[in-house]
């Protein structure tokens, strides 16, 4: 006989479903930061990336690796780096959703909705989302060169996704990259060596030979980028178009494609300059104040991006163990499971919250408050936020069993986010980098010190806990100075801001589990181990992706018209 046994009690994949609809503390967290906002193309975006058919794209785009092809068959240089159609077609959704440059055009609370939008996305398939975070980064920096910025602009804020190797002057939309890092400095940029003298001038403005090389410079296929080098008044920012003015590639040359551990789906290069032409971009040796202020940008990106694959792993846990069952019942019946769950909400939730309130800032550049919010919570967001991940994703994958860590299927998304989770931490400043320019925020005055407890005062006399944990922030930020408590103090600012936040557009519920465990010390060392006397029930219901099933359909498996009960099975199976 052929059949040796049934399959039964294995979930069904989290596919086609609305990712924004099913995402209540995301859209609470949108009305509380951008009450006006119109959230119907969200709406529809979040419908788009919940299909199968873009799924199998994110697993496509990831399985099919970039191609780095150096010459053609003739031997002549080329610097092309190939990819996947399904990264194409992925390419095209966020382009066409404004999730890179776009905001910049000026639509009022764009930079929220394009924030909540990169978080959706990012659920789907994080890698593609580097060369649309970098175009977000660079696109106001070109208002340094006013020539540059006419003739580029447009085609940065379109949303038109044209993926030719053409000259830009044929394309209705473009992307753009940075490349900063050389293999000599890392995060120490000044200790770059590549070289730039002086070349003419033009309509772009002031030209330059570059000779030298970068170590990381992701997304090759760009169609520019902005990049560091040394001149003689310092170091500086230079555009480098790949194709030049005259139609021909510039003397740029792809050396080889980096193999990294996640982020499969996105090209990093390391690249050598032969002379490359390039146009600089502000004034000589006004590169790090210009990096800095691009890297502002694309921090929030990395905060975004790791609030994203949070929520999408706490929805793929959430909705295994809803389906699978264990010992008699639903493993997310099983107590000791819903503890980790409503942990992990609460983790979640408090990311969101922290992300979409720093990219508020974007969208209010002229109040002085906000100005203040977004260079203190710019280090504390990427630090906490990022750190958190890697933990957080392990604990959802344990969720899942054995399923959770096997490539193939729907579930293995869990894989490829566990992956993904450190390159937010390690890309764009490390987290000692993120903990020193905290400090370097906070010794510039004491007016950061007091935006921030203007931001904290709406929950202060709501939780005790957090009364005492908010009153002891003001003198340990009066005695910040040494580096050894930087990363504590970030790390500290965040909860306090987080729960703040959370006691102003979230539950009552969720509210006190967070501060008693964050802020009150009623936790442990792990997620799952929250108070007995928290709420569950309320915190899980509000994560779930979709409605829970009936705890007794959930219960009884029919097959055949027979009425099964797993017995045995083990808790995370």
């Not at 990712?19 to 419908?47: C, K, S, V, W």
């Not at 040796?285 to 921090?299: C, W, Y």
Request: charged share 20%; glycine share 8%; with cysteine.
């Amino acid at each position: 006989m052929d059949v040796t046994h049934e399959v039964f009690n294995q979930p069904a994949p989290l596919a086609g479903y609305n990712l924004f609809e099913g995402n209540q503390p995301l859209r609470d967290a949108l009305r509380f930061n951008a009450e006006a906002l119109d959230t119907a193309e969200l709406d529809r975006l979040g419908a788009t990336l919940g299909t199968s058919e873009m799924q199998i794209h994110a697993r496509l785009a990831n399985v099919h690796t970039p191609q780095l092809r150096t010459h053609d068959r003739f031997g002549n240089r080329t610097d092309v780096v190939e990819f996947h159609p399904s990264y194409h077609a992925l390419m095209e959704v966020a382009v066409g959703a404004g999730l890179h440059g776009t905001p910049w055009a000026g639509a009022a609370h764009d930079h929220v909705r394009r924030a909540a939008g990169f978080m959706l996305f990012t659920e789907l398939e994080p890698s593609v989302l580097c060369p649309i975070s970098m175009t977000y980064a660079v696109t106001p920096s070109l208002r340094s060169n006013p020539a540059l910025a006419a003739e580029w602009g447009p085609r940065l804020t379109s949303r038109v996704y044209d993926s030719r190797f053409v000259p830009a002057a044929q394309k209705a939309g473009v992307t753009m990259g940075m490349g900063m890092t050389e293999k000599q400095g890392g995060s120490d940029v000044r200790a770059n060596t590549t070289q730039a003298v002086r070349d003419g001038t033009d309509g772009w403005g002031e030209r330059y030979r570059l000779v030298g090389h970068k170590w990381f410079m992701s997304a090759p296929m760009c169609d520019a980028f902005l990049v560091l080098a040394q001149t003689s008044g310092g170091l500086s920012c230079f555009f480098l178009p790949r194709w030049l003015p005259d139609g021909s590639v510039n003397a740029v040359r792809i050396q080889r494609l980096k193999d990294k551990l996640g982020n499969k789906a996105n090209a990093s290069s390391e690249v050598e300059f032969h002379g490359a032409q390039a146009w600089r971009v502000g004034d000589e040796g006004r590169g790090v104040p210009q990096i800095l202020e691009m890297g502002n940008m694309t921090r929030l990106d990395c905060a975004l991006g790791t609030s994203g694959l949070m929520r999408q792993a706490l929805a793929i846990a959430l909705h295994h163990t809803a389906q699978r069952n264990a010992f008699g019942k639903p493993l997310i019946a099983q107590p000791a499971m819903r503890n980790v769950l409503a942990d992990l909400a609460l983790e979640s939730e408090a990311a969101t919250a922290l992300s979409l309130r720093l990219a508020r800032t974007n969208d209010r550049p002229r109040d002085a408050h906000e100005v203040l919010m977004r260079r203190l919570l710019t280090p504390v967001a990427k630090f906490w936020i990022c750190k958190r991940g890697s933990q957080f994703a392990q604990e959802a994958m344990e969720c899942l069993g054995g399923n959770g860590y096997v490539e193939e299927g729907g579930e293995g998304v869990m894989a490829r986010i566990y992956r993904e989770m450190p390159v937010n931490s390690i890309w764009e400043g490390a987290g000692n980098i993120m903990a020193l320019d905290l400090l370097r925020a906070l010794r510039k005055g004491s007016d950061i010190a007091d935006a921030l407890a203007a931001e904290l005062a709406p929950a202060r006399g709501a939780n005790a806990a957090f009364d005492r944990f908010a009153s002891a922030l003001p003198q340990r930020i009066d005695e910040a100075t040494a580096e050894t408590d930087a990363r504590r103090l970030a790390q500290d600012v965040a909860l306090a801001v987080q729960a703040a936040l959370l006691r102003q557009h979230a539950p009552e519920a969720v509210f006190e589990a967070f501060c008693r465990s964050r802020l009150g010390g009623d936790w442990g060392q792990a997620f799952g181990t929250l108070p007995s006397a928290t709420d569950f029930d309320s915190i899980i219901e509000r994560a779930m992706p979709q409605p829970a099933p009936s705890p007794v359909r959930a219960a009884e498996h029919r097959f055949g018209g027979q009425e099964r009960r797993d017995v045995g099975a083990g808790i995370s199976a």
